[in-house]
């Protein structure tokens, strides 16, 4: 049955629960005809705009400043968009004085959800502030790390992550063009970690999805490299660490003594690591060898674990169906010309996937056989003007910045601008057989871009002093 | 692909364009093109140190009246090398047409003859420079000293014209030996103006004694050639961290860095500020002017402007009053002083808009249309991207207490803009302390004078090797090999 034979189809249903709206079908999701779904996004994402106008008070503002009552056509919605900088602009003060009352204050003001009544009464640290607040509020919030001495924080909830994890087995598992099995639909794999096994890091949030949504509920499928959880008051002061350092000012940060309390907790968990590497090897050339495995990664993280397995005598560990998913660039890591041989020939796969997006949007776009990625079909893709942020015609080859509008979205306002360059062919009907819209493969950081060729002299300090302590800190977020 | 200019090497006197290479620059697209320095890095140092003997058969008054000449010929208007510089400089600098202009047309009065001996007198003494300064010492021996130049490699900024004229200035006065790398964002002024000596004074010693080019800082087959003590004895680099962090790696034994490192400034502004309408009208005026001076690129440039308004209801709504005050007085800046800045950092802008979001913490006014902005500080610290501060945008900051303030200046900060002269006075014997290196009356930030220290160091006399003579009459002062025999004496008796 395809779409156009159901009734009318619903835009509530579409905005809310693209997941029954489709089926539950990759094929479905990415075969809609184009100017059928894009009446849908468009009526969705004028509705969740007057939504999230009564229900977000930092967009409220936004928009009342600029006039803007509703959205109906894309570029409406465009000078609404967020920047990252809009997920830290708490002042860093709060957190060194422990005011997660104004935290909480501030947070309210970017989520739909209500906060009002929260109680951060003796959270004595970030972490502590977080736990409760995924145990009292829907919001399951994700953090990422700042240059400027700040934490970015999301406040997505837990019902985004529910779905996102359903939204992850639909595209990993399903093959384009060919309706979902029942094996597909619940698959039940081993899942390979190579990370910290929690945190509130973004994609260490992924790590708890996973844990029950991919093994089929059995948690001792799940094989992460560190037993640990990333502290997030320790990457908080590496952020402040690195903020303090390009200001001259190490001298002056002053360490929380609940965290320099915990120095030797933090230390021994440095030195567990060597062995904890080594336990992860063993156990996927011995345990897991030649079985269907999911794991994920970014391509510098997957190099590496691949390095060091082959260093180890390791090869071909995995079953060839096995489910593999990498991305996220390059981060500034530089890797070898074919590092994604290394990878394949550690792995013993025949496939490995990619997927784009950000932590701002509800799920990854995923790369067809083309290595296009093709944007999911309630995410609105923009290219924009990379310096002034006008949008660019939908029409043709363009190359710019890359921002979403994301109807799915409902703790959080879904129009972000990206720091990514990307490319999509507005006119391309993709040989892989999707009718969506795609990036095209190459996506690169404007930073970048624009930092890696330049001996420019000011003498108004702004560059960055590193840190060792701070790269090691580094090392985590990947 | 040719470039949109050419940089040529000034070696010398000879000017040289051959085996031209294509350079980036920092705005746009545009392209420059400079000689290969691969290809002239061994001719770039003295073959002998000898050779810097003829800067001694010059007088100082011989030098003074070259460098009159040079000023008298460096008027914007009928030097067509200085138009050529700031051509290129229209392409290769964020800096607005007008004030790039109003960066010339300042070289004139500083290259004149009574502003260059106030410099060479109060920075390191005429009589040093001109001849041996004679000197009795309490334990008889006659002492004389003499300033010598050195051979010296400069690595200027490249905000505006002035950089490279004091560079070539301060070289001149000390008598060195002057390789100059010309910096990509601004790569002509040098050139032009060593072109201008020549003119002026052709095959005189101190035109020989002048090399000007281009390199990509960074270039190995340049530098680890060129920046040996056998050929350089001292490095003067301006400029941002890690170009002086990079030029470290060469600092060795005979080798020395005389850093004009990376800085920040901030501004002071006491109670008295709010005494009445007129008098803040007048101190945003003052701060208007320290923010916006050359769009703020400068290390001098005010960017955190503490206030001492209190941090109550009151003293916030003055600061914010302020705030405004301040910004209405910084867009009305008239042109060659600030403008609009060509290329607003979108990266800064974001967090601007931000904050404008965060209106519990921060008043943002201004920045809507990127023309600059005054951010107020709701409570008493700034954003926490102020080290990003640029391009006319300025954080007002309330605070209760002077605290607050000594804890923001650190080993990067410079210039320090203050209001009223008795919270100066108040000051002037704690800042440094913490490493404050020149404290100013608000509104003067940016107007910076020659004849005195820089970066808390004196950089012509650290051009300088300061070499003594000694004469030791044995009947005057006690030789070590009478001070054997007295000892000797002493233990027979």
């Known amino acids: 049955m395809s779409l156009t034979e159901q009734s009318a189809p619903s835009v509530r249903d579409f905005m809310d629960d693209p997941i029954g709206f489709f089926g539950e079908s990759l094929t479905q999701m990415h075969s809609i005809p184009r100017a059928e779904l894009e009446a849908l996004q468009r009526k969705a994402m004028s509705i969740r705009f007057q939504e999230h106008r009564d229900s977000i008070e930092m967009l409220r503002k936004l928009a009342d400043r600029l006039g803007v009552t509703e959205v109906d056509e894309f570029n409406d919605v465009v000078p609404l968009f967020f920047s990252h900088t809009a997920f830290k602009s708490y002042p860093a003060a709060l957190i060194d004085n422990k005011r997660f009352d104004l935290m909480t204050k501030w947070l309210d003001k970017l ?16 972490d502590e502030w977080i736990d409760r607040l995924d145990e009292h509020t829907p919001l399951e919030v994700i953090t990422s790390s700042g240059t400027t001495g700040t934490l970015s924080i999301l406040p997505k909830d837990k019902h985004g992550a529910r779905e996102g994890m359903v939204l992850w087995k639909i595209c990993l598992f399903q093959t384009f063009g060919t309706e979902p099995t029942p094996a597909q639909l619940n698959p039940a794999v081993e899942v390979i970690w190579p990370n910290y096994a929690s945190g509130k890091l973004g994609h260490l949030r992924i790590a708890n999805m996973l844990k029950g949504g991919f093994t089929g509920g059995d948690e001792s499928r799940f094989h992460s490299l560190y037993s640990d959880a990333v502290d997030t008051d320790l990457m908080f002061l590496a952020s402040k660490m690195r903020a303090a350092a390009s200001r001259g000012e190490l001298d002056r940060l002053v360490i929380d003594p609940a965290l320099a309390a915990r120095k030797d907790e933090f230390i021994a968990m440095q030195m567990r690591q060597p062995q904890e590497l080594d336990a992860f090897f063993t156990e996927m050339s011995e345990k897991l060898r030649g079985k269907r495995i999911f794991m994920i990664g970014t391509y510098n993280l997957m190099y590496d674990v691949a390095r060091a397995g082959l260093d180890r005598g390791i090869k071909d560990v995995f079953a060839k169906d096995s489910v593999i998913l990498t991305g996220g660039g390059l981060k500034g890591f530089v890797l070898p010309d074919g590092y994604m041989d290394v990878i394949r020939e550690f792995l013993g796969v025949d496939e490995i996937r990619e997927g784009y997006g950000f932590s701002e949007q509800s799920a990854f ?3 067809c056989s083309e290595g296009r990625y093709h944007v999911q079909p309630w995410v609105i893709p923009f290219i924009l003007d990379p310096e002034t942020s006008e949008p660019l015609p939908r029409t043709g080859v363009r190359t710019g910045r890359a921002a979403v509008y994301d109807v799915l979205l409902k703790a959080h306002w879904g129009g972000v601008i990206s720091g990514d360059e990307v490319t999509i062919d507005w006119d ?23 930092g890696a060729d330049d001996d420019r002299i000011t003498c108004a300090a702004t560059h960055e002093v590193h840190n060792e302590a701070v790269n090691f800190m580094k090392e985590f977020e990947s | 692909m040719s470039g949109a200019f050419t940089v040529p090497l000034f070696l010398r006197g000879e000017v040289i364009t051959d085996d031209l290479v294509s350079f980036g ?16 890095v061994e001719r770039l140092p003295l073959a002998n140190p000898m050779q810097m003997s003829d800067l001694y058969d010059v007088s100082f008054d011989e030098i003074l009246d070259v460098l009159q000449a040079v000023g008298d010929a460096l008027v914007f208007e009928k030097n067509t090398h200085m138009q050529e510089a700031y051509e290129a400089a229209l392409l290769a600098n964020p800096l607005p047409a007008d004030m790039l202009k109003n960066s010339y047309q300042i070289l004139q009065p500083l290259f004149a003859r009574a502003n260059v001996l106030e410099i060479a007198d109060s920075q390191v003494g005429l009589a040093y420079l001109n001849g041996w300064v004679p000197q009795h010492l309490a334990d008889g021996r006659e002492l004389r000293v003499r300033a010598f130049g050195s051979r010296v490699l400069h690595i200027p900024a490249g905000n505006g014209g002035l950089v490279s004229a004091v560079t070539i200035l301060r070289s001149v006065i000390a008598r060195c030996d002057t390789i100059i790398k010309a910096p990509s964002n601004d790569p002509l002024t040098a050139v032009a103006i060593a072109r201008t000596l020549a003119d002026v004074a052709p095959d005189h ?3 020989k004694h002048l090399v000007v080019g281009y390199w990509k800082g960074g270039d190995l087959a340049v530098e680890e050639e060129l920046y040996q003590p056998q050929h350089i004895e001292k490095i003067v680099a301006w400029g941002g961290l890690a170009s002086v962090k990079h030029v ?23 109670a008295e500020a709010f005494a009445d309408e007129a008098t803040m009208r007048d101190v945003a005026g003052r701060a208007a002017v320290d923010i916006g001076v050359a769009n703020q690129e400068g290390c001098a440039n005010a960017r955190v402007i503490y206030v001492m308004s209190g941090t109550d209801a009151a003293g916030v709504a003055n600061a914010n009053r302020l705030g405004e005050m301040i910004y209405e007085a910084l867009v009305g800046l008239p042109e060659f002083i600030s403008t609009a800045p060509l290329h607003p950092s979108r990266e ?6 931000a904050s404008r979001m965060a209106d519990d913490w921060y008043r943002v006014i201004g920045g809507e249309d990127r023309e600059g902005a005054i951010i107020v500080s709701q409570f008493d610290s700034p954003v926490d991207y102020s080290a990003m501060l640029s391009g006319r945008i300025a954080n007002v900051v309330p605070v209760d207490s002077l605290d607050k303030v000594t804890a923001a200046v650190n080993a990067y900060t410079q210039t320090i803009g203050i209001y009223p002269e008795s919270l100066k006075r108040q000051l002037r014997d704690q800042l440094p302390l913490f490493g404050a290196q020149r404290l100013t009356s608000l509104g003067y930030a940016c107007s910076v004078a020659i004849a005195m220290p820089q970066d808390a160091i004196e950089p012509i006399r650290r051009m300088c090797k300061w070499i003594v003579e000694e004469e030791c009459d044995p009947a005057v002062v006690m030789p070590l090999w009478r001070l054997g025999a007295v000892s000797a004496a002493h233990a027979n008796e």
Do not use: W
Not at chain 2, 260 to 268: N, Q, W, Y
């Open chain 2, 25 to 40: 620059t920092r705005s746009g697209g545009s392209e420059f093109q400079a000689p290969d320095m691969s290809k002239y």
């Open chain 1, 428 to 450: 391309l009907q993709c040989p892989c057989g999707q009718t969506s819209v795609a990036f095209e493969h190459d996506i690169i950081r404007y930073s970048e871009k624009t």
């Open chain 1, 111 to 126: 989520t739909s959800h209500d906060l009002s009544q929260f109680d951060a009464e003796g959270c004595n640290s970030i």
């Open chain 1, 365 to 367: 776009h995923f790369a």
């Open chain 2, 348 to 353: 800064l802008y974001e967090h601007v808009d």
């Open chain 2, 205 to 207: 010693p101190i035109t």
């Open chain 2, 248 to 270: 470290t790696r060469y600092i060795q034994p005979g080798l020395e860095l005389i850093a004009l490192d990376p800085k920040r400034s901030a501004t002071i502004i006491g």
